[in-house]
């Protein structure tokens, strides 16, 4: 069992920066893939971006390449989402999630464990 809470999330301009944290609560936090998704009004949960335990392999939503980076501190049960060049589009409530998975995982059904959210902004 792992809880997790966002934080970070806020108004920002286009162009500007955000980091999201995700504080998680439990046992074996390396055992797990984390992963960040987010939902815009009106649309499905897509998603943003995954690390493995280890925080060696990371996996992106294209939109999201070069602009977006995902990390860990295992040490302190955290996973962050650094989010540069934001744009108007990046809007959305942003999702931290967690599975146990050897491998990253990029589907919505493969994660059990979700925070509440966080919401991000971008005005243009």
């Known amino acids: 069992q792992v809880q997790l809470v966002e934080s970070g999330g806020g108004l920002v301009q286009a162009g500007g920066s955000l980091r999201l944290s995700c504080a998680a609560s439990?046992?074996?936090?390396?055992?797990?893939?984390m992963g960040w998704f987010r939902q815009a009004p009106g649309k499905g949960r897509e998603f943003v971006a995954a690390i493995n335990g280890k925080g060696d392999s990371t996996d992106y939503a294209d939109s999201m390449k070069g602009r977006f980076t995902i990390s860990r501190d295992n040490a302190k049960n955290t996973v962050y989402l650094q989010m540069n060049s934001l744009k108007p589009e990046d809007t959305a409530v942003y999702y931290c999630a967690a599975t146990l998975s050897l491998a990253v995982v990029t589907g919505v059904n493969e994660y059990g464990y979700w925070g509440q959210g966080t919401q991000v902004t971008v005005s243009s």
């Open positions: 439990g046992r074996h936090f390396s055992s797990y893939v």
